[in-house]
């Protein structure tokens, strides 16, 4: 009998312990339920970010604009689009686009903002590229929403105007060795909105009786400018361009070599702006 009453004794105190092992376990568990379940009342992060960092988009047209959201959209809100031209752009004055701050909603469950719709208009003015920012504003109040990157949108507006730039006069001038200074201009037709400048250049062409640059002539002005005076105008002439005639003592003939009008300074070489 004592041995069973020591064997029940010991058998007593492996139960008890168990009973707190599995105490102990059933405590740690409650435990990490009540902290996954605190860490998941605190919101997730979500980034906000435009889809690419530039657009285009045409004169005249309809355009939209949205911004993605990275992170689960656990309730709505609002951001605010802001326009801002850049540089000197006429946006303010001609009335190019229309939609200075927009708002755009974010809806639960979804990756992308409603969309902000750019209209731009028409006109028959030659501006070139004219370009805009676009920014927007975080919602107040709510932290957990970021900025992404890009958070910054160019938007460039392509001209669909084109203006004809040709040289005034006739296509084949005769000019006498002795007359030394030449002036000649260009004319453009069309509306423009700003000045510009455009360059000509002169080159030996491919004959016998070519006329060579610094024997028998040089471009002392090839930059001529179309003035903010001739805005408005459907016809318009440039500043003079300049060539220098050399005299010389040889008999030579007549003598040939070519003039050719240069894209605008500043301008690609797609810009609209074209030299007959």
């Known amino acids: 009998m004592p041995l069973m009453k020591h064997m029940g004794a010991r058998t007593a105190g492996r139960i008890r312990g168990n009973l707190l092992l599995a105490a102990f376990a059933a405590l740690a568990t409650l435990q990490c339920v009540a902290a996954q379940f605190e860490n998941s009342s605190i919101p997730q992060i979500v980034k906000l970010k435009f889809m690419s960092s530039r657009m285009k988009v045409l004169e005249g047209s309809q355009s939209e604009i949205r911004i993605l959201a990275i992170g689960a959209i656990t309730e709505n809100f609002t951001v605010n689009l802001k326009f801002t031209p850049e540089n000197n752009n006429t946006f303010f004055t001609d009335g190019n686009f229309t939609g200075f701050n927009v708002e755009v909603q974010f809806t639960v469950g979804e990756t992308q903002s409603s969309p902000a719709t750019l209209t731009t208009a028409t006109d028959e003015i030659w501006e070139g590229v004219e370009e805009l920012s676009v920014t927007f504003d975080l919602p107040p109040n709510m932290t957990n929403i970021q900025k992404g990157e890009p958070a910054t949108l160019t938007v460039a507006i392509e001209d669909d105007d084109e ?26 037709s069309g509306f423009y909105a700003r000045a510009f400048t455009v360059r000509v250049g002169c080159f030996e062409v491919d004959s016998d009786n070519t006329a060579t640059e610094s024997d028998d002539y040089n471009l002392r002005k090839e930059r001529v400018e179309f003035m903010e005076s001739n ?9 003079n361009a300049e060539l220098e005639i050399i005299k010389d003592e040889i008999s030579e003939g007549d003598e040939t070599f070519i003039c050719v009008i240069l894209l605008p300074t500043g301008q690609q070489a797609d810009g609209r702006v074209v030299g007959e």
């Open 163 to 188: 203006i004809i730039i040709s040289f005034v006069g006739n296509d084949t001038i005769h000019i006498s060795e002795d007359i030394g200074t030449y002036p000649f201009q260009l004319k453009a």
């Open 231 to 239: 805005i408005g105008k459907r016809e318009s002439t440039s500043t």
